[in-house]
């Protein structure tokens, strides 16, 4: 088995910035996304700190005998600290924060965690599974019977967090282990994609084309079609039995 990968971003059809950042190691360990909010760029620097603090981090401790729990929970902490102190020398930027979401592969079984709603799905066969689960006030008001599914859809604070880094309260995430097999794909977006297109359209598009950077791009060309109202990234990652050599 072979893990195939790939990224990318867009700014989108309406936003003049992106706020989104995202970093794909170029060995395959480690992935992360993450969705900056924010005035004054601060939502740009949020994220780009963000995936900067975790990829130094990664790379800093991955040869050491930490767990992959203790990985994933120094990154978060690291990166967490690092937009405080960037809130603290720069008041202007004191509401900023993002959301994020890290995919690593320690000796070939993945683990994730997550802050946010920036979402990990699986896709199996004709089957997309969400992983992650949103850290919105719209998602507990779903589980609590506040709303139902279709309400949620256009509610005017389903875009609020209830956790996001860049406060001081984040003292940690649940990270754990997902089951992996030949010919699954895992998909990592911000909301500008599931925004705009249903977890159906997602899944159609993911198990038509294997090529993952060409699946990546068309995913966002098909949320910009839909009015692109936000910056989409995309990662892709595949665990293909026979994988072509172009893919």
């Known amino acids: 088995m072979k893990r195939l990968f790939a ?3 867009d700014t989108g059809c309406v ?3 992106n706020q989104d950042s995202y970093y794909i190691d170029p060995e395959g360990r480690f992935f992360v996304v993450a969705d900056g909010m924010g005035g004054h760029a601060g939502g740009e620097i949020a994220s ?4 900067d603090s975790i990829r130094e981090c990664l790379e800093a401790l991955w040869d050491t005998n930490a767990t992959p729990q203790k990985l994933m929970e ?3 902490s690291k990166a967490n600290q690092a937009i405080i102190d960037d809130q603290n020398a720069n008041p202007i930027r004191s509401d900023m924060g993002t959301t994020v979401v890290l995919l690593i592969f320690h000796e070939e079984q993945p683990w994730f965690c997550h802050i946010g709603d920036s979402r990990l799905y699986r896709l199996r066969g004709a089957k997309l599974e969400q992983i992650s689960d949103d850290h919105t006030w719209i998602a507990r008001a779903i589980q609590t019977g506040v709303v139902n599914a279709d309400e949620a859809k256009s509610h005017p604070w389903r875009h609020m967090l209830l956790q996001c880094l860049g406060r001081e309260d984040v003292k940690g995430v649940a990270s754990r282990a997902i ?7 895992f ?4 909301d500008g994609l599931t925004e705009e297109l249903s977890d159906d359209r997602i899944a159609h598009q993911l198990k038509s084309i294997r090529n993952c950077q060409q699946s990546a791009q068309a995913l966002i060309e098909s949320a910009k079609l839909r009015g692109g109202r936000d910056n989409i990234t995309v990662v892709i990652v595949s665990n293909e039995l026979n994988p072509n050599p172009q893919s």
Do not use: M
Request: glycine letters at 8%; proline letters at 4%; one cysteine or more.
């Open 179 to 185: 089951e992996w097999q030949p010919g699954d794909r």
């Open 15 to 17: 936003r003049s910035a």
């Open 74 to 76: 120094d990154a978060i």
């Open 7 to 9: 990224g990318a971003t």
């Open 187 to 190: 998909l990592i977006c911000s």
């Open 48 to 51: 780009k700190i963000a995936v």
